[in-house]
Nanobody, 124 residues
Framework: QVQLVESGGGLVQTGGSLRLSCAASGRTLSIYTMGWFRQAPGKEREFVGTISRSGRITYYADSVKGRFTISRDNAKNTMWLQMNSLKPEDTAVYYC?????????????????WGQGTQVTVSS
């Protein structure tokens, strides 16, 4: 199985940027469809974006489309989430996840492996 570790979270002002990383170990990242999710206090975990195994296909939640970009480098066993024009409502714990299916998915239940999360706080 694969182990996932997120990093890059922190405190940023409204309009700022952060780049989250998700490093994989244990197995090659190339066999997994990957996703980013987030969870704010008192709310359910929500879909942020997903990227196919090759990196050629990406989907985003409407709330982040045009501001966030997912990328991956399978040779480095790493995925990234570039977050620009951050808003206070983006404040949450961000998780990366991996699923064995070929299909990209917005449903967290389809993901098999999860990182521990990294906190992103956007101040107004």
């Amino acid at each position: 199985q694969v182990q996932l570790v997120e990093s890059g979270g922190g405190l940023v002002q409204t309009g700022g940027s952060l780049r989250l990383s998700c490093a994989a170990s244990g197995r090659t990242l190339s066999i997994y469809t990957m996703g980013w999710f987030r969870q704010a206090p008192g709310k359910e975990r929500e879909f942020v974006g997903t990227i196919s195994r090759s990196g050629r296909i990406t989907y985003y939640a409407d709330s982040v489309k045009g501001r966030f970009t997912i990328s991956r480098d399978n040779a480095k066993n790493t995925m990234w989430l570039q977050m620009n024009s951050l808003k206070p409502e983006d404040t949450a714990v961000y998780y990366c996840a991996a699923e064995s299916s070929l299909d990209v998915s917005r449903n967290p239940a389809t993901y098999d492996y999860w990182g521990q999360g990294t906190q992103v706080t956007v101040s107004s």
